[in-house]
């Protein structure tokens, strides 16, 4: 299968920045999407931020104008800038990602999430 390990998290004080990073790996052929998503306490994981292999983006409104998503393609790892942090992104933020890797007899699609890293930001 492919996983994908996520790194970058902690606590920060509001209006502070961080830049999440996840990188997949296992037999891959090739990831069309991948994204952030996010979960704080008590509510449902939300999108944070998508990018697709030619660099198209896609963000939750919470987040326009203060995040960035981008990617190297060459090295199957996408990352989240986020600047301009307030409380209310206090989340466990996870990677996504979708494509198709090679099972060991042909190539199969696969959709695949991280670990989740947490990211405080205090007042």
């Known amino acids: 299968q492919v996983q994908l390990v996520e790194s970058g998290g902690g606590l920060v004080q509001a209006g502070r920045s961080l830049r999440l990073s996840c990188a997949a790996s296992?037999?891959?052929?090739?990831?069309?999407?991948m994204g952030w998503y996010r979960q704080a306490p008590g509510n449902q994981r939300e999108l944070v931020a998508t990018?697709?292999?030619?660099?198209?983006?896609d963000y939750g409104d919470s987040v326009k104008g203060r995040f960035t998503i981008s990617r190297d393609n060459a090295k199957n790892t996408v990352y989240l800038q986020m600047d301009s942090l307030k409380p209310e992104d206090t989340a466990v933020y996870y990677c996504?990602?979708?494509?198709?890797?090679?099972?060991?007899?042909?190539?199969?699609?696969?959709?695949?999430w991280g670990q989740g890293t947490q990211v405080t930001v205090s007042s």
């Open positions: 296992g037999s891959i052929r090739s990831i069309n999407v």
């Open positions: 990018i697709t292999r030619g660099g198209s983006t």
């Open positions: 996504n990602a979708d494509g198709t890797y090679y099972s060991g007899l042909y190539y199969e699609g696969f959709t695949s």
